[in-house]
């Protein structure tokens, strides 16, 4: 019989149970939110409860035996910097467990294990930051485009003083061809003329 013998097994050896929860924390504390069996988050929940308060002694006995645990120098360092500062005033509580249901395939009972305190200002100014660089790269293309234009428009007006200016040359060079046409006709006038007259006096 199973009297005073607290804990759930999980169908794995203690050396697979060990490192499976091992696992589970530091995921925990570096996501601050997983989503894991009820069975396993119920187990979860004491052994990172009780890291934390191992964390806010911040000592360096303390930290030793959280990386002896944990064996992941990022999760360690985040549980001992930041992690512990949000849990300097408040006793347990540090966890919080939700079921979501059953999974589909084999129907096992499903939960999310997370922080109760996140850090949640940091996202929103890390969303205005963002923000704030969006409507900037929205505002340079449209100052670009306005620098595109004025230089378009700067373009055309030099283009047509070329073209003016070659249309002004075409009607000279017209008017130019014109007079030499005219003077040769009016050539032929004469020429024709004098033979009217010459035919006239002859006929006389």
Known sequence: MRHLKTGRKLNRTS???KALLR???ASLFLHESIKTTNPKALELRKVADHLITLAKGK????????????RHKEAVKKLFTDISARYADTNGGYTRVVKIGRRKGD?????IIELTLKKEPEKE??????GKKESKEKKE??????TKEKKEAEGKKEAKGPKEKKEAKGKK????????KEKKE??????????????????D
């Open 141 to 146: 293309p449209r100052e670009k485009k306005a």
């Open 107 to 111: 129907a096992a009972p499903m939960a």
């Open 23 to 25: 696992n589970l924390a």
């Open 125 to 130: 100014e890390k969303k205005e930051a963002r």
């Open 173 to 180: 060079e017209t008017k130019e061809a014109k007079g030499p």
């Open 186 to 203: 009016a050539k032929e006038a004469k020429g024709k003329k004098k033979e009217l007259k010459a035919t006239q006096e002859k006929k």
């Open 59 to 70: 000592t360096l006995h303390d930290t030793r035996l959280a990386f002896a645990y944990l």
């Open 15 to 17: 050396s697979h149970r």
